[in-house]
C-alpha cells in the first residue's frame, strides 16, 4: 500500500521559514517524478514544484521561485520543500504527490499524500 505522508506545515509570519516532508512508503521513490502542491480555499490545486527521478531536473511556480527549494533523498524515501520568506499568498493546503512522468499537470500524479496546512499571517 503506497503511502505518502507530509508534515511541517504550520502557522508562520510574513517572511518566515517552514520545512515541508513528504515520507513515502509501499513504492521506490526513485520510480517516480516527485511534486509539491497547494489549495488554498476556494481555489484550483496548482503544483507549486516538481523534481525528477535523479534530481536532475526542478521545476517551480513563477511565484515560488528564489524562496523554495524542492530536494529528494531516494535511499530515505522522503522528498522535502523549504520554503523561506513565506508570503501571506502561499497560505494553503499543501501536498506532496508521485509521478511516473515528468509533468506539472494534476491529473499526471497517482498517488497523493493527505495535505497539510500551512498559513501565513500577515
Known amino acids: 500500500q503506497v503511502q505518502l505522508v507530509e508534515s511541517g506545515g504550520g502557522l508562520v509570519q510574513t517572511g518566515g521559514s517552514l520545512r515541508l516532508s513528504c515520507a513515502a512508503s509501499g513504492l521506490a521513490l526513485s520510480d517516480y517524478v516527485m511534486g509539491w502542491f497547494r489549495q488554498a480555499p476556494g481555489k484550483e490545486r496548482d503544483i507549486v514544484a516538481s523534481?525528477?527521478?535523479?534530481?536532475?531536473?526542478?521545476y517551480y511556480r513563477d511565484s515560488v521561485k528564489g524562496r523554495f527549494t524542492i530536494d529528494r533523498d531516494n535511499n530515505a524515501n522522503t522528498v522535502w520543500l523549504q520554503m523561506n520568506s513565506l508570503k501571506p499568498e502561499d497560505t494553503a493546503v499543501y501536498y506532496c504527490a508521485a509521478s511516473k512522468a515528468l509533468s506539472s499537470r494534476t491529473y499526471d500524479y497517482v498517488h497523493w499524500g493527505q495535505g497539510t496546512q500551512v498559513t501565513v499571517s500577515s
Open positions: 523534481i525528477s527521478w535523479s534530481s536532475t531536473r526542478t
